[in-house]
């Protein structure tokens, strides 16, 4: 099981039409929920994010999230990470080179944005499935009928 920590601030100044949104950190969690970025449900994440928490509601889609309050998000990342006993099971997500150095001194892994983002993308592409019209479809369904479901066709 991989523990995901994200630099949450980090990661939305990466991506222009979150940043400009005006829910930024529920656009970043669904982003990271849509796109499967962290694979198995299994794997834990933490989104970690400067400051207080935002006026807005925030669905968590099943992570952990803290806002740092008075504190520097880093400062709480590199906390969470000494928490973790197997620190080979962590990948911080950020480009914050000194933060990524900071992690990997103490054991853990560190993966920028977008590294991780391009993984999310090549993952979907090996999940597409290639479309058929519906007339072939039905083509399709009736010619195995006749192959699977005759009675008269000694096969079955």
């Known amino acids: 099981m991989l523990q ?12 222009p039409k979150i940043k400009d949104s005006s829910t930024p950190c529920s656009d970043l969690l669904f982003l990271i929920y849509k796109n499967k970025l962290t694979g198995s449900t299994n794997n834990s994440v933490w989104v970690i994010f400067d400051g207080g928490r935002p006026p807005y509601p925030i669905n968590n889609f099943q992570y952990k999230v803290l806002f740092s309050g008075g504190e520097i998000a880093d400062n709480l990342i590199i906390k969470k990470v000494k928490q973790v006993k197997n620190k080979k099971q962590i990948l911080v997500v950020t480009d914050d080179r000194q933060l990524a150095y900071r992690a990997k001194t103490l054991g853990a892994g560190a993966i920028s944005v977008n590294k ?34 005759d009675k008269d066709n000694p096969q079955t």
Do not use: C, P
Not at 4 to 15: C, P, T
């Open 4 to 15: 995901f920590i994200i630099d949450g601030y980090n990661f939305v100044h990466k991506i």
């Open 116 to 149: 991780f983002m391009s993984k999310a993308k090549k993952s979907q592409k090996k999940e597409k499935t290639k479309d058929i019209s519906y007339s072939l479809q039905r083509e399709i369904t009736e010619e195995l009928k006749k192959i699977w479901l």
